[in-house]
């Protein structure tokens, strides 16, 4: 039986005397009460969680960071052609490496893609 079946039931009862009738309208009254708020509650509820959502997906959308501390350490990932400057740059620091200067310029964005699908494969 739902709520609304009780108060409906509660409301049509026959004659009960003078203080049971009072009773029972004070009962259907509060349950009625009670309904309204949690119906209240739940749509509050609800539209917090819409919010939140939105919210959500709007941060994730537009790859904004969160908090103080993301924004502080977040770093947009490096391009390959970054990725592969940095590899050339660590290559070279490398004094006993053996360098080519001539060295093909595909071959560091090899490397760099190698990098990114290690990365990648390690998450």
């Not at 990932?77 to 595909?106: C, H, T, V, Y």
Request: no cysteine.
């Amino acid at each position: 039986m739902t709520t609304h079946d009780l108060i409906k039931r509660l409301r049509n009862l026959g004659p009960l005397g003078k203080i049971m009738e009072e009773l029972v309208i004070v009962a259907a009254d509060r349950l009625e009460e009670l309904q309204r708020e949690l119906s209240e509650s739940i749509r509050e509820r609800n539209k917090t969680v819409a919010d939140l959502i939105k919210q959500r997906d709007d941060a994730l959308k537009n790859q904004q960071p969160t908090t103080v501390a993301q924004q502080l350490t977040t770093r947009p990932e490096p391009s390959r052609l970054e990725i592969s400057a940095m590899l050339k740059s660590g290559w070279f620091a490398n004094s006993e490496a053996e360098i080519k200067d001539d060295q093909d310029p595909k071959w560091w964005i090899e490397q760099a893609d190698a990098l990114i699908a290690a990365a990648k494969e390690g998450k």
